[in-house]
C-alpha cells in the first residue's frame, strides 16, 4: 500500500466518547487536522484523546468550548502541528452534547 489521504468524519447521536480512527497494523499515521463544528444553538465542551495501542488515555485536547455555530481545529492554536499515531493506536472524540461534526485529514503511511 502507498501512503494514502483519507478524510474520517462522523456525527454524534448522543453525548458520549467515540472511536474517530483506529490505525492499521504496519501503518503510522500524521494527523493535519481534528476539525469539530457545532451546528447547534448551545455550547459544546469538547475533549480529544488517544490510546496508544489500544490501551489507556493521551490527552491531546483535555477540553474545549465550541460556541454555537461555530467550529475549532483542536490541532491550531497552542497544540499547532500534527499528530503522530502509530499502529493500533486510537483516535477518540468525547462530546457533551449530540450534533457534534467531526471530520479528521491524516496522511496513512504504510510501513511495508
Known sequence: MANL????????GGAGTTNILTI????????R???VANPTAG????????SPSGTGTVY???????AAASYVDLL?????????LEQTDILKITS?????????????I???
Open 5 to 12: 489521504y483519507k478524510r474520517y468524519e462522523t456525527v454524534f
Open 24 to 31: 492499521p497494523d504496519a501503518t503510522n499515521a500524521v494527523v
Open 33 to 35: 487536522s481534528i476539525i
Open 43 to 50: 455550547a459544546i465542551d469538547v475533549e480529544c484523546t488517544y
Open 60 to 66: 491531546v485536547v483535555p477540553s474545549v468550548e465550541v
Open 76 to 84: 491550531s492554536g497552542k497544540v499547532a502541528g500534527p499528530l503522530i
Open 96 to 108: 457533551s452534547a449530540a450534533n457534534l461534526n467531526v471530520t479528521v485529514s491524516a496522511l496513512l
Open 110 to 112: 504504510d510501513r511495508n
